[in-house]
């Protein structure tokens, strides 16, 4: 998931089969793992509702499309795949699936062909049943040149067979490998071994659609009283730029009914804004802004807690200036993270010059190192690339998404390159929806971008975004050498060989040729109010900490 909002495009873990997710549990003032302390014989509140800020309005709620992540905080509450995960570890666990297949029960031997057994006391939110029909759609919509494949996600489940081509318009959805063999029973054929695919089953892009509601809506399918999900949640209403509401699904069959029987999605694009609402007690969850981290460091109600992210300047190594190596080196060491993290977000976070983060197999805290903060070579790294004291650089422009610690964080930047190379760069800030279009275009020469884990693996995090031509690419960074390695290590079934091709690639990326120039790994700091019980935190949380397990939340008497 890029986050500026989070191109969130998140992801997952690989192994023999599956491996739990690294992910870093949430705590609270007592520093408890994963979730707020129990109530006990606190009673609940007569109005189950939790109302948490939202950064800004959702382009789209269509599984299938979206990838940044206040979309996929919605969706996530609205349907269920045929696996989701069974807390802060976020083990893999069935959900529409009645169970997790097996190599001999459910996987063949060769690893090509998964079939998998759906439960038949599964419901859409208007009564009707979910089949295998329902799915096999929605994984064809997600290879549709039309629908799915306009986006980033899809790049995930192209072993199944047909997949690659019908993305391109090169083949017929017809053909991809995806078959119901009766209404509870799933066939999914690839073209090579995928251990991670359990895990990519479990995300947004493979929940399942109810063909006859798009077919009958169209573009509308999404609105509030169109939108038919399977999910615990339903849409109830969508003010736009306003809040989203979801309420209970009287329908649901899942596990994991929540006893919340709304939640309030408040679109407050402003930290500071949010704050607000959050001290009138009109929201219960909300970010604590940069500037006021110390004022809340140690509050009992502050909820701080490590992320799978890594924020970097991201450059388009197409564009001039930036498609010089020695100038994206420039760049990078011309940045003093530690004063960043100090300065700007209170001292809340780590400085580093990886692409990879702590949590995710193949993680080296040397990578990038020979490019941390040296303002003299800095200054030789830009001599070298042709422009002596920034003589004849073409103007630079640093565009942001819109908000409070955006433009904090790009000011600084910008003292950061006139105070150690000379040069002045300009800062273009773009209102939430309107950077997403230009981001997914490639309209920038360099962004203070990011990106979040959807699962934690290299796999995540290399191929997808920086393999020449992969449909995250917005980088457009291109090395044959680094190509080859993705291609080896999307086959190699050992674990331990597979990651040391990851890092071997992460390698080239950072310390040949600095295609980006990671600064930090945010840690998450919020405010929770009291009475919200059962708050479960992970590292790969979305736009809204907790958003994988609103189903386990509970509003105490207040």
């Known amino acids: 998931m890029n986050l500026a909002h989070k191109y969130r495009w998140l992801w997952l873990f690989a192994a023999v089969a599956v491996i739990a997710v690294l992910a870093f549990a949430g705590c609270k003032e007592d520093k408890e793992a994963g979730k707020t302390p129990t109530a006990g014989e606190t009673p609940l509140a007569a109005d189950q509702t939790l109302r948490v800020r939202l950064a800004g309005e959702p382009q789209t709620l269509d599984p299938q499309v979206t990838g940044f992540d206040v979309d996929i905080s919605i969706v996530k509450q609205l349907f269920r795949g045929l696996f989701y995960y069974d807390g802060p570890d976020m083990n893999v666990v069935p959900a529409v699936a009645t169970k997790l297949p097996t190599k001999g029960d459910g996987i063949s031997d060769d690893g090509l062909t998964y079939t998998i057994e759906l439960r038949d006391d599964q419901t859409w939110s208007d009564g009707k049943p979910v089949t295998a029909g329902d799915f096999v759609y929605a994984l064809k919509r997600l290879f549709d040149p039309e629908v799915g494949a306009t986006g980033y996600y899809y790049s995930f489940y192209t072993a199944i067979v047909g997949a690659e081509a ?10 991809i490998g995806v078959t ?11 073209t090579r071994q995928q251990p991670t695919l359990l895990t990519l089953l479990a995300m947004w ?6 063909q006859d509601v798009i077919e009958a809506k169209g573009d509308a399918w999404i609105d509030a009283g169109n939108l038919v999900g399977n999910g615990p949640m339903v849409l109830s209403e969508w003010v736009h730029q306003d809040h989203i509401t979801v309420t209970a699904n009287p329908n649901y069959a899942g596990d994991d009914k929540p006893t919340l029987q709304k939640i309030v999605f408040r679109m407050i694009p402003a930290e500071g804004k949010a704050l607000i609402a959050y001290q009138n007690n009109e929201i219960d969850l909300a970010p604590i802004p940069l500037p006021d981290t110390a004022t ?3 509050n009992a109600e502050q909820l701080k807690y490590e992320e799978l992210t890594v924020f970097a300047w991201e450059f388009n190594n197409t564009a001039a200036p930036f498609d010089n190596p020695d100038v994206r080196k420039a760049f990078g060491m011309a940045t003093d993270r530690d004063t960043y993290i100090s300065a700007v977000r209170g001292g809340v976070g780590h400085a580093t010059t990886g692409w990879l983060p702590p949590g995710i197999p193949g993680y080296d805290a040397s990578r990038g190192s020979a490019f941390a903060f040296n303002k003299d070579k800095a200054v030789q790294a830009l001599t070298d690339a042709g422009f002596p004291n920034g003589a004849g650089l073409p103007e630079v422009t640093l565009t942001i998404a819109d908000s409070e610690a955006g433009r904090l964080s790009a000011e600084f930047l910008q003292q950061q390159i006139k ?14 929806a309107t950077y997403e279009d230009h981001y997914l275009a490639s309209d ?10 959807d699962y934690a693996d290299p796999e995540n995090w290399l191929p997808q975004l920086f393999g020449t031509d992969a449909s995250g690419n917005q980088y457009k960074y291109s090395n044959r050498d680094f190509d080859d390695l993705m291609d080896e290590a999307a086959t190699e079934l050992d674990n ?20 980006v120039a990671p600064l930090f790994n945010r840690v998450r700091n919020w405010l929770l109010k009291p009475y919200v019980d059962g708050f479960t935190t992970t590292g790969l949380d979305g736009n809204v900490p907790g958003d994988f397990f609103y189903n386990r939340v509970k509003i105490l008497a207040h």
């Open 166 to 175: 019908a993305a391109a318009g090169e083949g017929s959805l017809d053909d």
């Open 180 to 190: 119901a063999v009766n209404d509870t029973t799933l066939e999914i054929k690839l």
């Open 205 to 210: 892009p493979a929940y399942p659609i109810r």
């Open 296 to 298: 809340f460091e140690g």
């Open 419 to 432: 105070q150690n190379l000379g040069v002045d760069i300009k800062i273009e800030v773009l209102e939430s």
């Open 444 to 453: 920038f020469q360099v962004v203070l971008g990011g990106w979040g884990a």
């Open 496 to 515: 331990d060989k597979r990651i040391k091709l990851y890092q071997d690639a992460e390698k080239i990326l950072i310390d040949d040729d600095m295609g």
